[in-house]
């Protein structure tokens, strides 16, 4: 089947699975960055809009081994981060993703490297293909590292906290994922591509 907003050829029994409430008021949402060694700074969707925003072509990897390739657009981890003055001499090394929390599913959590995730141009996506976010695609914005499964990027951010531990988030302590989370060498099922992919080595698939 096709997308309607990628454009994308994809299996039928391709499913995004959906985290937080089933919409989202922008006029409510806030977007809470803060912890260790930093003032928190709470940011609405315009504010967001309004920082610098890059376009990435990127290869997206899920756990369940299939993958996409998509054109993101989205504020720099780094230049949000630069917004609340972290700084790697005196604040923590990890960062904490928690998502909109629902009364029945609760909340979703997620830790990730900071210094790892700079050096590879993390980014907090709000575009996908000139399109907004969908809500099972983690409207109003997700975190995303291309070197990480799909997992270790938290739909529909609430909050990003930095800290100097590193914690097991939802999908590591319910369903036994990686901690680290990188990307594995091996075959997925590129479904842009509509066949097997081989990566090579661990971390972001860029040749395909």
Not at 129 to 147: E, I, K, N, Q, Y
Not at 191 to 202: F, R, T
């Amino acid at each position: 089947m096709t997308d309607p907003l990628t454009g994308y050829r994809r299996p039928s029994s391709l499913r995004y699975y959906r985290e937080g409430p089933p919409e989202v008021d922008l006029a409510q949402w806030r977007l809470k960055v803060g912890g260790l060694g930093v003032d928190e700074v709470v940011f609405d969707y315009e504010m967001i809009s309004r920082l610098p925003h890059v376009v990435q072509d990127r290869r997206m990897v899920c756990v369940c081994n299939w993958s996409v390739r998509h054109q993101w657009r989205g504020v720099l981890l780094a230049s949000l981060l630069d917004e609340i003055g972290w700084d790697k001499t005196r604040s923590g090394q990890f960062l904490v993703q928690t998502s909109i929390g629902t009364p029945v599913r609760g909340t979703y959590s997620s830790t990730l490297r900071i210094g790892a995730a700079l050096e590879r141009d993390a980014l907090i996506v709000d575009t996908i293909d000139s399109a907004p976010l969908r809500l099972d695609r983690g409207f109003p914005v997700r975190l995303m590292d291309f070197a990480l499964y799909g997992y270790k990027g938290v739909k529909g951010l609430a909050s990003l906290e930095v800290t100097d531990l590193f914690e097991l988030g939802f999908w590591e302590k319910h369903y036994g994922y990686e901690k680290e989370g990188v990307i594995r060498p091996k075959r997925y099922r590129a479904c842009d591509l509509g066949h097997m992919i081989l990566a090579e080595q661990s971390g972001e698939i860029t040749e395909e």
